[in-house]
Every structure is written in C-alpha cells, then in structure tokens.
C-alpha cells in the first residue's frame, strides 16, 4: 500500500490530477487499519511464539510504524500537491516526480529485501536514499537560495511537498536498516564494512548503475 501511494504520488504531481491525488487519503487510511491489526495480532501473538519469531514479530511492528508514517507524509504531499494547483514549475515537477518514483522503488526494494531476507537488496534501498537528498538539495537551492534571482511559483508548497518525500525516504531507510540488522544481526556499520563500501561510494556507484542503463 506504502509503494502504491508512492506511484499515485508519482503520478498525481507529473500529470497534475487532482482526482488521484485525493486516493492517497484512501491509502493512508487503509495502512492505518493494517497497522492498528498488526499492533493488535502482534500483542495477542508475541508471547506465545519462539524466541526468534517474536524477533521477526518486533520487526513487523517497526516496520508497519515506519509506513503508516509514510502514508502520513505522502498525503500531506499530496494536499501540498492540490494546494499548489497548475502554478508549478515544469522542473519541479520534474524533479518531484522522479524523487517520488525513486521512493517507490525503495519501497518495493525493501519489501523484497524484507520477504526474501536479502540484505544485499536492503543495502541498495540505502544507496538509494542519497539520490532522494540530492534531488531535495536541487530544489531548496532554486527556491531559498535562488541563485538566478527568479520568481518561483509555488515556492512554499514547493518545499512542503519535497520536505514530505525527503522524510517519507527516511523511513524507507529506516526500514531498510531494519532489515539489515534482523537478518545479520548486526548494525548498519557493521553491514556496510562487510560490504567495505562507505555509503558515499555506493552512491557514485548507484549512479554509474543508473547511467548504464540510460
């Protein structure tokens, strides 16, 4: 549902549709319905499970907490959205659209990373946060420090919509942490010096991959 929200995000800022906009509502109460039965289905369960069950019982509750507070974030991106009307830049939406687009695959990512218990994959999610707070950084450059000196449409919706995506990435590499450390057994660092990558480099090496493609 998490990833779902994201594409109508995606989707919604490219073409302007005020309609799909207003289904991320749906989507946020739909994860916070699935998060009020895990809370519940987890309460009831964990004491009647072995130990490393109730471990991966913990973790589907730190993970539904991360994405209901995505849901959270994405619908107030969308009435930012809706606030904001046609008076966006074509390059906002640009770069709002691909910022959220770079969220769903996170999203997808760590829900794979998650089921499949693929740390490799999770690593990725986190490689992938970089390329989130590189695109904040564009927009925050064009509307408060406006270097060029233009008048900017939009400005204040503009930073709302980009603050929510850059946080709702947060929690995705929240999450992809989370799974790092329930299959290793280990920290974040610790994962990464396995790896023997700083996540500096995995970013240059993130983008070399996305170039090839292109």
Known sequence: ?????AATAAEGIATGSSPLLNTLREREKELDNLDMEIDAGVTMAITQVSESEARELLACMKFMISLERIGDLLLSFGSSAQAAGSGLDPQDVRDLTHMAT?????????GTA???RDVKKAVAVLRADAEIDRLRNLIFLRHIENPEHLQRQASLQVIFMTQS???AGDHAKNLAEEVCHFVSG??????LMTYDKPIEQMFLDWL????EKH
């Open 1 to 5: 549902m998490a990833k779902e929200a």
């Open 102 to 110: 770079v969220l769903e695959k996170m999203l997808t990512d760590v």
């Open 165 to 167: 995506l850059e946080r």
């Open 208 to 211: 070399r991959g996305r170039d």
């Open 186 to 191: 280990h920290t974040v660092r610790h994962v």
């Open 114 to 116: 998650f089921s499949t």
